[in-house]
């Protein structure tokens, strides 16, 4: 990923070619336009990229990006540029991978901005990075696409010659005994403005003994027209050749990218698509992360627009074969949450818990709605809810969604009742003075910490309670929450000075009666 300057110049013109019979190839391989499994089922990327060579301590993502719903993940590495992963590291990285059901698409960040950048590597010393981690991925080709060297040449236009250069590094890998699905980006950061790769990529195809090549552009600002979008894709279609979005994003510096058309489209055409990224961007780029700090339950908009948007990758993603996917989409929802059950209920939040729902491949999340309005989301059959509104009746029920987007029947509603704020210093207590069939009485005492005229202290119990008589106190009364407050006489207090009123309460069961919260 990289910003480019320059607009896009010209329509895009479509082209035929006509490209030999591959050879045998293992693992993911290139049919046509399409992407085959070993076993022949198609298979369309739709995941993220995640920046591993900076985060190489960030192992969790790959079963995060996995859970909602992603089946390929792009990881960046180095051979030196910057802290070079080697061979352990990367067998690691694939089992990573593995372990979490995702196609690994591997690639060096090292060549970004070849002829334009300081410190950039050349496509040849890319290749000489995967021999020297060979051992971590040969026998690895039904799970992993190497995606030879990221964005490898920038807009200056006395870098090498793209087509020679991205040739002799495809020659060079199957030379030296690599049968994987290759991936090559474009130039132009990726974004291939001047359509270089457009226009040589049959040559390119022609070139890898394996006619196995997959190519790769990076939409961002040049690609910010539906226009623009179709007809690079358009271009690929018709000429036979396999095309993947290995990055895109929804908005950037050098244009705003039209990601709704990039996703809209790459789903029609059954192309792959590669958000960037997961998280940890910087330089001035960092709305492109698609969660903050790493942390899967605090989505962007950029994510949520990513994983659970239209033709987002809960909608569309479908896990390989290689992994027991069907290959099919997922149309089954999962079953009705059970109804939750309010605790720790305060002036501005309250904890939610219910029966988990089951679904035939994995539920993904949960939503709570107040109304048809989301007040909150969860990865599990629990929620602290916070930022609520005092002394108001919330009105709740929770929904299940999986990995494909399926939602299930809204839980049965729950009501609970936020408690008023009470005076800065002051904490009740509670106890059960004594009980008999039906009835019972309460004591709470109010004991504050600084000097205060005046107190609160509210009573929240579970539906079938009443109190029906107070003393030393006023009582407001609106089932099940329960307010008292200070008499006339009892509401000034000194600090560390502390009072106690009682009350009658009644309830329909038996032995000791229910516990309420207090706040």
Same mark, same amino acid.
């Given at each position: ?6 607009l896009?110049?010209?329509? &895009? ?28 089922n ?7 990229? $995640? ?57 060096? $960040? ?53 087509t ?6 495809? /020659? ?40 196995? /090549? ?26 036979? &050749? ?11 510096s ?39 700090n ?16 239209a ?11 290689v ?5 099919t ?12 059950a ?11 818990s ?16 107040r ?27 929770v ?13 049965a ?69 329960? /307010? ?8 000034? &207090? ?17 032995g ?8």
């Open positions: 990923m990289r910003i480019r300057l320059a896009l110049a010209a329509l &895009l013109l479509p082209f035929l070619v006509s490209i030999p019979p591959a050879h045998a190839a293992v693992g993911l391989r290139v049919d046509g336009t399409r992407i085959l499994e070993a076993n022949g198609a298979f369309v990327m739709r995941g993220t990229s $995640h920046a591993h060579t900076w985060y190489a301590t960030q192992t969790s993502s790959f079963a995060n990006i996995k859970s909602l719903g992603a089946n390929t993940v792009r990881v960046v590495l180095s051979g030196g540029r910057w802290t070079a992963n080697g061979a352990s590291d990367v067998a690691n990285v694939v089992s990573l991978c593995k372990q979490n059901k995702l196609i690994c698409v591997l690639e060096n $960040h090292d060549t970004t901005g070849y002829g334009e950048q300081s410190g950039a590597y050349t496509l040849d010393q890319a290749v000489d990075y995967w021999i020297s981690v060979k051992s971590a991925i040969v026998g690895q080709e039904d799970y992993v696409v190497l995606n030879v060297g990221n964005e490898p040449i920038g807009n200056n236009p006395t870098t090498p010659n793209w020679q250069a991205t040739t002799a590094a495809i /020659t060079r890998l199957r030379s030296n005994g690599f049968q994987h699905l290759i991936m090559v980006d474009a130039p132009n950061w990726g974004q291939d403005w001047n359509f270089t790769m457009r226009d040589n990529a049959a040559t390119v195809a022609a070139a890898d003994p394996q006619r196995n /090549t997959v190519f790769s552009v990076h939409m961002y600002g040049v690609f910010d027209t539906a226009a623009e979008v179709t007809s690079y894709l358009q271009a690929f279609q018709t000429a036979g &050749l396999p095309l993947v979005i290995g990055e895109f994003g929804f908005n950037h050098d244009g705003n990218p039209d990601e709704d058309t990039i996703m809209a489209q790459a789903q029609a055409r059954g192309v792959g698509y590669l958000g960037w990224s997961w998280s940890g961007n910087g330089g001035g780029v960092e709305y492109l992360d698609q969660v903050t790493f942390d899967v339950t605090r989505l962007t908009t950029w994510g949520q627009r990513l994983f659970n948007g033709n987002g990758i809960a909608q569309t993603s479908v896990e390989a074969t992994y027991g996917g069907t290959g989409p997922d149309t089954e929802a999962p079953t009705r949450p059970g109804t939750p309010a605790s720790d209920v305060t002036s501005t939040g309250a904890r939610l219910w029966t988990a729902s089951t679904d035939n491949r994995a539920v993904t999340g949960y939503d709570v709605f109304g048809s309005t989301r007040i909150g989301s969860s990865a599990t059959n629990s929620i602290t809810l916070t930022g609520l509104t005092a002394q108001t009746a919330y009105t709740v029920t929904v299940a969604r999986d990995a494909a987007g399926n939602t299930s029947a809204a839980s509603a729950t009501t609970f009742t936020t408690t008023s704020t009470p005076p800065s210093g002051c904490t009740p207590t509670y106890r059960v003075v004594g009980h008999w069939q039906g009835g019972f009485q309460g004591e709470v005492t109010v004991r504050c910490t600084a000097a205060v005229t005046s107190w609160r202290a509210v009573l929240t119990y579970p539906s079938g309670v009443n109190v029906s008589q107070s003393w030393s106190s006023t009582l407001s009364a609106a089932p099940p929450v329960f /307010t008292f407050t200070n008499a006339a006489w009892n509401g000034s &207090l000194p600090a560390g000075g502390s009072t106690t009123f009682g009350f009658i309460g009644t309830w329909s069961g038996t000791a009666p229910p516990a309420p919260t207090v706040s």
